[in-house]
């Protein structure tokens, strides 16, 4: 896989603000750069970018593969994560993720017929007492998402679609 010249100066930019022998530190920009571009990181952008960063392919992957909000793989409009650590599970966090996907059709970490919504668990998200929380499209995140609030989330998604 080539990057655009266009990607390349993007993660010249990003490079640029580590020394030349920290250059991994410009990781996650980079894979956000990727990822913008083209909706979610394959192994050979993840390569490309090792190459491109002069570091082996599995320091990239990495990355990748601990935080979240790198899709390693193509996923719906909405990606919907519902927190799942112990303390969210305590507050029916576990619940809220099986009533999305059970109103989705979806298992976790799937994605919808439609291709328009994506269920993941995740990780803490920082607001504990918030619980159940999630977080859209790694962007927005949601606090107390009873059984109802899911619901009109699902439906305030769908006509926002239409």
């Keep these: 896989m080539k990057f655009s010249q266009d990607t390349l100066a993007r993660f010249d930019k990003e490079a640029a603000k580590y020394p030349a022998e920290h250059r991994l530190s410009a990781v996650m920009a980079c894979l956000a750069i990727v990822q913008h571009e083209q909706g ?23 990355v990748t593969t601990f935080y979240n909000m790198y899709n390693a793989q193509p996923v719906g409009t909405y990606k919907l994560n519902v927190c799942t650590n112990l303390p969210c599970q305590l507050r029916d966090g576990d619940k809220a993720l099986a009533h999305l996907c ?8 799937g994605t919808s017929a439609d291709g328009r919504f994506t269920v993941q668990p995740c990780e803490c998200l920082g607001a504990c007492a918030d ?22 989330l ?9």
Aim: aromatic fraction near 4%; charge should be negative; glycine fraction near 4%.
């Design 40 to 62: 979610h990181v394959s192994p050979a952008a993840e390569d490309a970018l090792a190459a491109y960063l002069g570091v082996e392919p599995i320091a990239v992957h990495e």
């Design 154 to 162: 699902i439906e305030m998604l769908k006509a926002g679609d239409a």
């Design 102 to 109: 059970r109103e989705l059709g979806v298992e976790p970490y």
């Design 131 to 152: 619980a159940p929380v999630m977080l859209v499209n790694d962007r927005q995140m949601l606090s107390f998402m009873s059984h109802e609030r899911l619901d009109e």
